[in-house]
Nanobody, 127 residues
Framework: QVQLVESGGGLVQPGESLRLSCAASGSIYGINLMGWHRQAPGKQRELVAT???????NYAESVKGRFTISRDNAKNAVYLQMNSLKPEDTAVYYC?????????????????????WGQGTQVAVSS
């Protein structure tokens, strides 16, 4: 089955940078939309950034100018470069993918996943 695995989180000081990575595993033909959500302690999960299969990006207002989303279709991966990090960026960051076309080895047919989440990676920004 298709799985999304995030990496790159950690503890940094304000003003520093982190780069998050998310790779989808499996026999994947393509992914329509990829992106990142985050969930801060005591808050609802919110959209951070998305990138379409055609490379069109969208960002939450709070991260515009500081974060950059990109993807590598050959690797079925999406990245989030986070610069000038602030304490309010502290959250668990979740990778997501929409419209996944893949080969299901168990059934021997091409299948589709409408939406899938990664397990999340912790980002903590404090002085």
């Amino acid at each position: 089955q298709v799985q999304l695995v995030e990496s790159g989180g950690g503890l940094v000081q304000p003003g520093e940078s982190l780069r998050l990575s998310c790779a989808a595993s499996g026999s994947i033909y393509g992914i329509n939309l990829m992106g990142w959500h985050r969930q801060a302690p005591g808050k609802q999960r919110e959209l951070v950034a998305t990138v379409t299969g055609g490379g069109i990006t969208n960002y939450a207002e709070s991260v515009k100018g500081r974060f950059t989303i990109s993807r590598d279709n050959a690797k079925n991966a999406v990245y989030l470069q986070m610069n000038s990090l602030k304490p309010e960026d502290t959250a668990v960051y979740y990778c997501h993918a929409e419209g996944i076309k893949y080969y299901d080895v168990s059934s021997g047919v091409i299948s589709y996943d409408q939406y899938r989440w990664g397990q999340g990676t912790q980002v903590a920004v404090s002085s």
